[in-house]
């Protein structure tokens, strides 16, 4: 074959009548997206499409990804392919990201213009900066045949796998020459790859006589492939009938030798297949303990640095006698118990400097110990402080294993075997090396989903606000459910605002999309929404701002939101609505009904007008508000899930609480959900006449002292004399300011009875009062230093007539 046409293309070496021969490989880089990055020549030439055609475009479309059935043909632009006689997982398995390790298997395919070719193809996935992220190698299996032109004999069954690194004479080889191979990466590129699949293990054919030759540029193992052709002069020998002559015989200890490897490489790569099964990290603690036990050792103890299980950031530095190890998981052999009170799971601990398990994480090496002496055992159970562990280790053979990523130790595995098992040797140290590799890497990809959820739970929760459960009037009960998608971060938000007149604003809205920009944009609106409800906008003019200001930010998201405040004096709802889906009201006496609302356009549509709708409530209704991932499921109506939420909201509950958990147990149980979830619920408890005070003041100075003594004479009456002397002098101050200030009109002022005691003051002055630090000599500034003192909580608001200054006392009727 001509170098010179295929310089981007690897060779097998085969092995058959002594001679060596050549197949070329293609080779595809695939990218984050899915998309080919890279096409060789050799990818041309076996899947017929060329390389202007193939970069840019989905992998899926142009590799041979397998069809439903092994017979059912799936067609592309590019030739139809199918699964062949099961060996390895499908390629798409990879392609779409569901393997995290190497993965190896071969499909059928039939071009346009040729028969049907068999093809041999192995994965990588690639770590790191770049945008790569799979390199896919390909042959085809009809040039390993006879007249195939390896030179091969014929052989029932070929199948790729992978071999040890570890074992590999190439490494300096393909280090050198995958650069050539790739030539439109970058040398530094080129080598992170390099360094992935030589960690990972290099490609190889396994035929059906048991043989593993290597799929290498130019390199191979010599000694293997000179013993296949040495067999098979032999068996030509043997079938003339003639003595096979010394130099042709087998060496047995090299069947055996190969016999072990072929072996430990099976054994790891049904590890491999085991492990990783999914991103729960204490899920891949078990299956790698698991996976090792009873097979390779007869004990397997887990521990992982603290960071690690806390969900934390990547751990820094090398560790030291300090760091604090947790033992994740213990398998073992021996009888039910035994290990569970000597070394709890759960249990934190550091570990000594004259220790195997410290030399193990601070050099990043195996450490092999073929028996435990009384000496060490008796130095390794001195760190179980009463507990004694020498029965259980002393006599064992031990060895200790790195899990490592990214060459920093993440936590390592101590493998035990009883006494009358054979010890561990270096053979079994290069296997618990590969197996650490392997697993450290599946530990890691679950940390980092672990810690990104974390991340992302930590940012959502920060920007759901926490709402008391009792407001002026009313009580309130929240829920949030995350998404199901991957990030599980989304745009749903509700909340809560205290405003003046007892009142209450309640908000539920949601930003469309997911991800962090949703997340994000949601806590803008929040913010806002909460600004402009202080201000007591009305609920349309309130939309109306909001979408003002969704222009202003951009066009790029959408939200729905809905606005109500609820008047526990004057037993009335007043809602805006801004596209999203109706809430629910739920009369005192168990009739629920969808509130109609005009729906208005979302927020960021802009030119569209908002209408607010008053609604009468009695005290005992119930006011539910939710985005619309708790009701919309893929495929249904969503008239159904609307009908599902009224009928839920009204069945009985001893709690609010209770009341929620019902809705969320009727809806979210139908599964296909994938979006975030926001509910918010409201009891419209009311607040009667009788617990309502309310006084027109004249702009005259006189009238502060009428103040005065109409709240000590009311509180005396409600029976909070106790509270008298705060809110008498509280009152002085806030009316001698308003009449202070005021232009023409009375001042209000207004007690309200509840779960606290709430006196406003209003008056036609739009200035806002600011608190001031009065010097000595001052006259004037000490009124709200008083106020911001002796009360439980105070503020200012302005009104559409003026202002309101309220605060509030701990109300406790007796």
């Known amino acids: 074959m001509d170098r010179g046409t295929e310089r981007d293309a690897p060779f097998s070496r085969g092995a058959g009548d002594g001679a060596a021969g050549r197949i070329p490989l293609a080779v595809v880089v695939v990218d984050r997206d899915g998309l080919v990055s890279h096409w060789s020549t050799g990818a041309r030439r076996l899947f017929g499409a060329a390389k202007e055609e193939a970069i840019g475009r989905s992998a899926l479309d142009l590799l041979p990804v397998t069809g439903a059935l092994p017979d059912d043909d799936e067609i592309t632009?590019?030739?139809?392919?199918?699964?062949?006689?099961?060996?390895?997982?499908?390629?798409?398995?990879?392609?779409?990201?569901?393997?995290?390790?190497?993965?190896?298997?071969?499909?059928?395919?039939?071009?346009?213009?040729?028969?049907?070719?068999?093809?041999?193809?192995?994965?990588?996935?690639?770590?790191?900066?770049?945008?790569?992220?799979?390199?896919?190698?390909?042959?085809?299996?009809?040039?390993?045949?006879?007249?195939?032109?390896?030179?091969?004999?014929?052989?029932?069954r070929i199948a790729p796998g992978f071999a040890l690194h570890t074992d590999f004479p190439g490494a300096d080889e393909l280090a050198r020459r995958l650069p050539e191979i790739l030539p439109s990466m970058s040398v530094g590129e080129s080598a992170r790859i390099v360094a992935q699949v030589l960690e990972l293990g290099y490609p190889i054919l396994e035929f059906s006589q048991n043989n593993?030759?290597?799929?290498?540029?130019?390199?191979?193992?010599?000694?293997?492939t000179e013993r296949l052709a040495r067999r098979a002069r032999a068996d030509r020998v043997a079938a003339q009938g003639l003595p096979v002559p010394a130099e042709l015989a087998d060496e047995d200890g090299e069947d055996l030798e190969y016999a072990a490897v072929r072996e430990r490489l099976e054994f790891l790569n049904e590890v491999s297949g085991r492990i990783g099964t999914s991103l729960d990290l204490s899920r891949t603690i078990t299956e790698v303990s698991r996976a090792v036990v009873p097979r390779f050792t007869d004990v397997a103890g887990t521990y992982l640095r603290e960071q690690v299980v806390a969900g934390e950031g990547f751990p820094d530095g090398v560790p030291d006698t300090t760091t604090m190890w947790h033992r994740v998981a213990v398998e073992h052999t021996d009888e039910p118990g035994r290990w569970d009170d000597v070394v709890p799971v759960g249990e934190a601990m550091p570990f000594p400097a004259h220790t195997p398990f410290f030399q193990c994480m601070t050099t990043g090496e195996?450490?092999?110990?073929?028996?435990?002496?009384?000496?060490?055992?008796?130095?390794?159970?001195?760190?179980?402080?009463?507990?004694?562990?020498?029965?259980?280790?002393?006599?064992?053979?031990?060895?200790?294993?790195?899990?490592?990523?990214?060459?920093?130790?993440?936590?390592?595995?101590?493998?035990?075997?009883?006494?009358?098992?054979?010890?561990?040797?270096?053979?079994?140290?290069?296997?618990?090396?590969?197996?650490?590799?392997?697993?450290?890497?599946?530990?890691?990809?679950?940390?980092?989903?672990?810690?990104?959820?974390?991340?992302a739970e930590t940012l959502q929760d920060s920007m759901l606000p926490h709402i008391p459960p009792r407001m002026a009037g009313c009580d309130i009960a929240t829920r949030y459910l995350p998404g199901t998608l991957l990030g599980r971060v989304g745009g749903d938000w509700f909340d809560c605002v205290k405003l003046p007149g007892a009142r209450t604003a309640l908000v539920v809205g949601d930003v469309?999309?997911?991800?962090?920009?949703?997340?994000?944009?949601?806590?803008?609106?929040?913010?806002?929404?909460?600004?402009?409800?202080?201000?007591?906008?009305?609920?349309?003019?309130?939309?109306?701002?909001?979408?003002?200001?969704?222009?202003?930010?951009?066009?790029?998201?959408?939200?729905?939101?809905?606005?109500?405040?609820?008047?526990p004096i004057e037993s009335e709802l007043l809602i805006a609505n801004a596209g999203h889906i109706p809430p629910v009201l739920v009369r005192a006496d168990g009739r629920s009904e969808l509130l109609d609302l005009p729906t208005g356009a979302p927020i960021g549509v802009g030119g569209v007008p908002f209408e607010a709708v008053r609604v009468r409530v009695e005290a005992g209704d119930r006011l539910v508000m939710c985005t619309d991932g708790l009701v919309e499921v893929r495929g249904e109506d969503i008239g159904v899930g609307l009908a599902t939420l009224c009928e839920s909201a009204a069945h009985p509950a001893a709690s609010m609480d209770d009341a929620c958990d019902t809705i969320i147990r009727a809806l979210n149980t139908r599964g296909g959900r994938k979006d975030d979830v926001a509910l918010l619920m409201a009891r419209l408890n009311g607040i009667a006449p009788e617990d309502v005070a309310e006084w027109r003041l004249g702009l005259a100075p006189a009238e502060v002292g009428r103040a005065r003594a109409a709240v000590r004479?009311?509180?005396?009456?409600?029976?909070?004399?106790?509270?008298?002397?705060?809110?008498?002098?509280?009152?002085?101050?806030?009316?001698?300011?308003a009449v202070r200030h005021s232009h023409s009109r009375p001042v209000q002022l207004r007690l309200v009875r509840g779960a606290t005691l709430l006196c406003e003051v209003d008056d036609d002055d739009h200035t806002l009062p600011t608190l001031l630090s009065a010097g000595p000599d001052d006259e004037t500034g000490r009124g709200l230093r008083v106020v911001s003192t002796l009360a439980r909580e105070w503020g200012t608001s302005r009104t559409t007539a003026g202002k309101t200054v309220w605060f509030e006392l701990t109300s406790r009727r007796g």
């Open 512 to 567: 469309m999309g997911h991800g962090l920009n949703s997340a994000a944009m949601m806590g803008q609106f929040r913010t806002a929404v909460q600004t402009m409800a202080a201000l007591d906008l009305p609920p349309a003019q309130l939309l109306r701002n909001l979408d003002d200001l969704a222009q202003r930010l951009g066009d790029s998201y959408l939200a729905t939101c809905l606005y109500a405040v609820y008047d």
């Open 212 to 224: 593993r030759v290597p799929v290498t540029p130019d390199w191979g193992v010599a000694r293997r």
């Open 366 to 455: 195996p450490v092999l110990v073929p028996r435990i002496s009384e000496e060490m055992g008796h130095a390794i159970a001195s760190q179980f402080e009463k507990r004694d562990i020498r029965p259980l280790i002393n006599n064992r053979s031990m060895l200790v294993v790195p899990l490592k990523a990214r060459n920093v130790v993440l936590g390592f595995m101590i493998l035990l075997r009883h006494p009358e098992r054979a010890e561990f040797n270096d053979m079994d140290r290069v296997t618990g090396a590969e197996l650490a590799a392997r697993a450290g890497l599946v530990l890691d990809n679950a940390r980092m989903y672990t810690y990104q959820e974390s991340v």
């Open 77 to 156: 632009p590019y030739g139809a392919y199918a699964g062949y006689d099961d060996v390895g997982p499908g390629l798409e398995s990879s392609l779409d990201g569901r393997l995290n390790y190497p993965a190896a298997g071969r499909a059928r395919i039939t071009a346009p213009d040729r028969d049907r070719v068999d093809v041999l193809w192995w994965a990588y996935p690639l770590v790191g900066p770049g945008s790569e992220r799979l390199l896919v190698l390909a042959a085809d299996a009809d040039r390993l045949g006879p007249g195939g032109g390896a030179g091969t004999a014929a052989f029932e």
């Open 713 to 737: 004479e009311q509180l005396h009456a409600w029976g909070l004399a106790r509270l008298a002397d705060s809110a008498e002098l509280m009152v002085s101050e806030l009316v001698t300011n």
